[in-house]
């Protein structure tokens, strides 16, 4: 049921060396998933193709139920805590890694009738912040994330890490070329574009609050730039409104991640948690 693992060079986790380089692995097809909780979220999925999982004795203690489900048709390898420095040439503390073939990509358009609230990320190559922004959107429900070419892969570790998982939830796209031409399919696709923007230039922008009293646009396209730059000008005038949050005067801006979560929250305020809330008043009432 379980591969035990004796030493770093054992040939059946050769795999796993170079886990930190992200070309590497893309290279390979593959992407790694880090730490207990992101790995359980993923075998439990049961959408991913898992190449193989690596733990150590007390994790594999700990995702039993999860590591049951699949064996016999993954490799599940145990080593001790202290040979993952030695097999991966980096400590990881959560002792527990798995090797997961990339999925192939959605096409845009395809990704675009499936949804109604999408973000659109452009030049965030932060890892934290990718994950973050993944975070958010599964929180408060939307339907996809749209990266731009440079922007950090939302299958790199520390971007599944952050995302507690949710990168390999909410559906994506990370597009490799035509940008920002390709944003001319949300128009297309029936999306209103609206930009949020740090320091609103001119008169064509409003408050967050503004633009969320009015009723939401069917399909709806929240498109964020990189801390301190911000978007570029191409994708600013390709934007149907320019929103931004408005803050304390000694304060010049807001990490991208927690605007992105303040933006969603205002935006899905009206139509999120339904059931929740229904639950609860009947409840109540009993």
Same mark, same amino acid.
């Given at each position: 049921?379980?591969?035990?693992?004796?030493?770093?060079?054992?040939?059946?986790?050769?795999?796993?060396?170079?886990?930190?380089?992200? @070309?590497?692995?893309?290279?390979?097809?593959?992407?790694?998933?880090?730490?207990? /909780?992101?790995?359980?979220?993923?075998?439990?999925?049961?959408?991913?193709?898992?190449?193989?999982?690596?733990?150590?004795?007390?994790?594999?203690?700990?995702?039993?139920?999860?590591?049951?489900?699949?064996?016999?048709?993954?490799?599940?390898?145990?080593?001790?805590?202290?040979?993952?420095?030695?097999?991966?040439?980096?400590? &990881?503390?959560?002792?527990?890694?798995?090797?997961?073939?990339?999925?192939?990509?959605?096409?845009?358009?395809?990704?675009?009738?499936?949804?109604?609230?999408?973000?659109?990320?452009?030049?965030?190559?932060?890892?934290?912040?990718?994950?973050?922004?993944?975070?958010? %959107?599964?929180?408060?429900?939307?339907?996809?994330?749209?990266?731009?070419?440079?922007?950090?892969?939302?299958?790199?570790?520390?971007?599944?890490?952050?995302? &507690?998982?949710?990168?390999?939830?909410?559906?994506?796209?990370?597009? %490799?070329?035509?940008?920002?031409?390709?944003?001319?399919?949300?128009?297309?696709?029936?999306?209103?574009?609206?930009?949020?923007?740090?320091?609103?230039?001119?008169?064509?922008?409003?408050?967050?609050?503004?633009? %969320?009293?009015?009723?939401?646009?069917?399909?709806?396209?929240?498109?964020?730039?990189?801390?301190?730059?911000?978007?570029?000008?191409?994708?600013?005038?390709?934007?149907?409104?320019?929103?931004?949050?408005?803050? @304390?005067?000694?304060?010049?801006?807001?990490?991208?991640? /927690?605007?992105?979560?303040?933006?969603?929250?205002?935006?899905?305020?009206?139509?999120?948690?339904?059931?929740?809330?229904?639950?609860?008043?009947?409840?109540?009432?009993?």
């Amino acid at each position: 049921m379980f591969e035990r693992i004796f030493t770093a060079g054992d040939p059946r986790v050769a795999d796993y060396r170079g886990v930190s380089d992200p @070309e590497l692995l893309r290279s390979r097809n593959l992407f790694v998933a880090e730490g207990r /909780v992101v790995v359980r979220r993923l075998l439990e999925d049961g959408r991913w193709t898992v190449r193989s999982v690596l733990v150590s004795d007390r994790a594999r203690q700990d995702l039993e139920p999860a590591l049951a489900a699949i064996a016999g048709s993954v490799p599940i390898f145990v080593c001790e805590s202290t040979d993952f420095v030695g097999i991966t040439g980096h400590q &990881m503390h959560r002792g527990c890694l798995a090797l997961v073939e990339r999925p192939p990509a959605l096409p845009l358009n395809e990704l675009l009738r499936q949804s109604c609230l999408v973000l659109v990320l452009e030049g965030v190559a932060n890892a934290d912040n990718v994950g973050g922004v993944f975070r958010n %959107a599964a929180a408060f429900g939307a339907d996809a994330v749209i990266l731009s070419p440079s922007c950090c892969s939302p299958l790199y570790r520390k971007a599944i890490r952050t995302s &507690m998982g949710a990168s390999l939830r909410v559906p994506f796209l990370h597009l %490799a070329d035509e940008w920002p031409s390709s944003l001319m399919q949300l128009r297309t696709a029936g999306f209103t574009m609206a930009a949020l923007v740090v320091r609103p230039i001119g008169e064509s922008w409003e408050t967050l609050e503004t633009f %969320a009293s009015r009723p939401r646009p069917v399909k709806l396209a929240l498109v964020i730039g990189a801390e301190g730059s911000g978007i570029t000008p191409a994708v600013d005038a390709a934007a149907d409104h320019r929103i931004t949050i408005p803050m @304390e005067p000694e304060v010049d801006s807001l990490n991208l991640a /927690v605007a992105a979560g303040i933006a969603l929250e205002r935006l899905t305020r009206d139509t999120r948690g339904r059931g929740i809330l229904a639950a609860r008043t009947s409840g109540e009432r009993r």
